[in-house]
C-alpha cells in the first residue's frame, strides 16, 4: 500500500470518542455540534483496508477469528491520528496492523524489554531476538507500510515508554501473566500511567481465568479482577469491558495451560483436532482510562 494511497484513506480524523458514560450531554444551539457520522466509517474503512494488506503474514490472518482486531481497536477507541504503544510486541501479530494504520498521522511505538535488564544470560538473549526481530521489521521495506513507526526499550522493573504523557493510547495484548509470574505486574501498570496523556486509554486483552487465582499459578490465566486491581491501583479507571474476544468453549483445565491452545499448540499429536475445535483462549477485553 503506497503512502500516497494511505494518505487519501487516511483524512484528518478525530481522537476515539470517550466512553458513553464519560460523554458530553447533547449539543445545544450555543454549543459546538457533535462530529459527523461518516468520521467513524472513514476510520472504519482504513482499518479494513490495513486488515486487507498483503504485508499480513498470512498465518497471521487466519487468526484474525480468535482476535477479532478490527472489533478490538474500535473498542479501544484507537484512531489512525494517535501515538500509540504497544507493550511487547512479540511475533508483530498486532504490530502488522497497528504500525500502517498510524504511519501516516499517527505514530506506533513498539515496546521491548532491554536485554541488559536482565540478569540471566538466555533471558538477555531471549529478549534481544524480540529486540532484533521488531527492529528489522519497523526498518526493512517496504517502508510505505510501517511508516515513522518507532521502538523503544525499557526495564521491566522500572519500566518508562516515552516521556510523561506522550501517548494517547497503551495497549498490551496476552502479557499481564507474565508480569505477575515476573513481581513486575505493579510497576509496568505505573508506567502505563505515566507515559499516557491525561484522558488517555490503556487497553488490555488477556487470557481470562474462570475465577481469581493464586500468585503462584502458572496456567496463563488471569482473573479479571487481578486486572482491575492493578489498574485501579496505578491511578486508571475502568470505563468498559467487552465480551468481543470471549471464547465459551475453553474450558481453561488445559494440561499445559493457554498453551495447550492454539496458537502454541502444547499437546499430544492425537488431541490435535480437539484443541483446533476449542480454538484460541477465552480473553477478557478491558478498557481503562487515565483521568483528566
Request: hydrophobic letters at 35%; proline letters at 8%.
Given at each position: ?149 518507532t521502538m523503544v526499550e525499557f526495564d521491566p522493573a522500572a519500566p518508562r515508554f516515552g516521556d510523561d504523557a506522550s501517548a494517547d493510547a497503551v495497549l498490551t495484548f496476552r502479557n499481564v501473566h507474565n508480569w505477575l509470574g515476573d513481581d513486575t505486574a505493579e510497576a509496568m501498570f505505573e508506567g502505563f500511567f505515566s507515559v499516557l496523556k491525561p484522558g488517555g486509554v490503556l487497553g488490555v486483552v488477556e ?86
Amino acid at each position: 500500500m503506497k503512502r500516497v494511497l494511505l494518505a487519501a484513506l487516511l483524512p484528518a480524523l478525530l481522537v476515539a470518542c470517550a466512553a458513553e458514560n464519560d460523554a458530553p450531554p447533547p449539543a445545544t444551539d450555543s454549543e459546538t455540534p457533535v462530529p459527523a457520522p461518516d468520521v467513524a466509517v472513514d476510520a472504519s474503512s482504513a482499518l479494513d483496508t490495513v486488515l486487507a494488506g498483503d504485508w499480513r503474514t498470512p498465518e497471521f490472518v487466519a487468526r484474525d477469528q480468535y482476535r477479532h482486531p478490527k472489533e478490538t481497536l474500535t473498542f479501544f477507541g484507537i484512531t489512525p491520528d494517535m501515538t500509540v504503544v504497544e507493550i511487547t510486541p512479540g511475533g508483530g501479530w498486532y504490530t502488522e496492523v497497528l504500525a500502517p494504520y498510524l504511519s501516516e498521522n499517527g505514530t506506533y511505538v513498539g515496546a521491548v524489554v532491554a536485554p541488559d535488564s536482565q540478569e540471566d544470560e538466555r533471558s538477555r538473549e531471549y529478549y534481544a531476538r524480540g529486540r532484533d526481530g521488531l527492529r528489522e521489521r519497523l526498518g526493512g521495506e517496504p517502508t510505505e507500510v510501517y511508516g515513522r513507526a518507532t521502538m523503544v526499550e525499557f526495564d521491566p522493573a522500572a519500566p518508562r515508554f516515552g516521556d510523561d504523557a506522550s501517548a494517547d493510547a497503551v495497549l498490551t495484548f496476552r502479557n499481564v501473566h507474565n508480569w505477575l509470574g515476573d513481581d513486575t505486574a505493579e510497576a509496568m501498570f505505573e508506567g502505563f500511567f505515566s507515559v499516557l496523556k491525561p484522558g488517555g486509554v490503556l487497553g488490555v486483552v488477556e487470557h481470562r481465568a474462570e475465577k481469581e487465582l493464586p500468585a503462584d499459578d502458572e496456567s496463563g490465566y488471569v482473573g479479571e479482577q487481578t486486572v482491575i486491581a492493578l489498574a485501579e491501583g496505578a491511578g486508571f479507571r475502568l470505563v468498559d469491558n467487552s465480551e468481543i474476544n470471549a471464547n465459551p468453549g475453553d474450558t481453561r483445565d488445559h494440561s499445559n495451560g493457554v498453551w495447550t491452545l492454539p496458537p502454541s499448540n502444547r499437546h499430544e499429536e492425537a488431541d490435535a483436532e480437539k484443541y483446533r475445535t476449542i480454538g484460541e483462549s477465552d480473553r477478557m477485553t478491558l478498557r481503562f482510562v487515565k483521568p483528566e
